[in-house]
């Protein structure tokens, strides 16, 4: 994107860079170096850091020391989009929440030369189509606290916290105050025509307030009636946005869980922020299939059925999951930790697990923080040993559950990764 701005480009990476990539590069007439950080890295005005690199890299901080601006990628992005934004944060189920929105407001527009993106942390990088989104579309964007954390103009016309919970601690060193920091940077820059979407039940967003030339709040909440924004009462989810207010039955919504009913509540309230009717929403919303990886159904055999929840990263969204049944589980769970308390979830996995099966790097801890509160708790060295075992231990009318609550890079590139393993090996059972 820069290069095609006139910007004169330098690529930068400690890792290795493939060869169709430094090809790319080479055409676009674009430098780089690979499997090392020189001092060429500082020749810049402004060093753009990708999501994966750490504030505490020791180029990062040397650029700072010498007063080069550093800048985050969607930062980058933003200064050069036309569009409107939707911008979705939160340390679960921003993914989902991001591709229903995505999904309402493509099925608004779907008669209309309206295009909607949908990018960020997740499929397309936001400079990888912020030029070609002009001023009649809308981005919809995943971000993450990464992302957040070098932002100055960063604005969109609608932002949405989700909830707040421990994640990344082992990038922020352990500092809760400093992630939750930077997850609330979503909406720093916006002013009183914007909107600012938050999940009212949550205990760090429920005193969030805005000044007087701040974005206009609107609450989501699954405990109480809010005036403005939506919520449930009994059977059914309202929505009240605009001075118009919009009803539909849970029974009607496509993804199980509790969680689901936050995602559902947020994607509605957002697309009506952004003016979508409701009869759109209702239809939409109704006609949704979820995303991979996130309580995903792979099969069922002899009366087991296989959920794929590989994105559940950390242990809130291993709660949600486990909330979401009341079948008898297995559970797979385990990964490279990132500074987790698994207490949260002893009471769950007493209720609700019946065999607890614990790989990769946190295996052991998993096992010795909850494996006295399952039936039967086994340690596996592999993904493939974890299924088969899964398979022999489980009953009819049990549901085997792949959540790990850690990340993946132990055993696997990335948590699709991960998942894509574990539905190839359930379906060769």
Known sequence: MLAETGASVF???AGQIDRNTTDLFDAHGINWESGVHTASALN????????????????????????RSVLSEIEVAFRHCAADIVAITGSNGKTTTTTLTGHILEYATRDTSRHVFVAGNIGAAFSDIALTAGPQDVVVLEVSSFQLDHIRLFRPRVSVILNITPDHLDRYGGDFHAYASSKLRVYENQRTDDVLVVNGDDELLRDITTTTDGPRRLTIS???????GGFLAGDEMIIRVNNKEMRMPTEDLPLRGRHNLYNSLAAAVAARAMEVRSDVIRESIASFQGVPHRLEFVRELDGVRYYNDSKATNVNAVWYALESFTEPIVLIAGGRDKGNDYSSLRQLVRRRVRTLIALGESAEEIEAELGPEASRAVRVDSMDAAVQTARIVAEEGDVVLLSPACASFDMF?????RGDTFKKLVGSL
């Open 44 to 67: 810049c005005e402004a060093m753009v850091l990708s999501p994966g690199v750490p504030t505490e890299a020791a180029i990062v901080q040397e650029a700072i020391s010498i007063q």
């Open 222 to 228: 699954l405990r109480e009636e809010v005036a403005e």
């Open 413 to 417: 590139e990335n948590y699709e990764h």
């Open 11 to 13: 690529v930068s990476d």
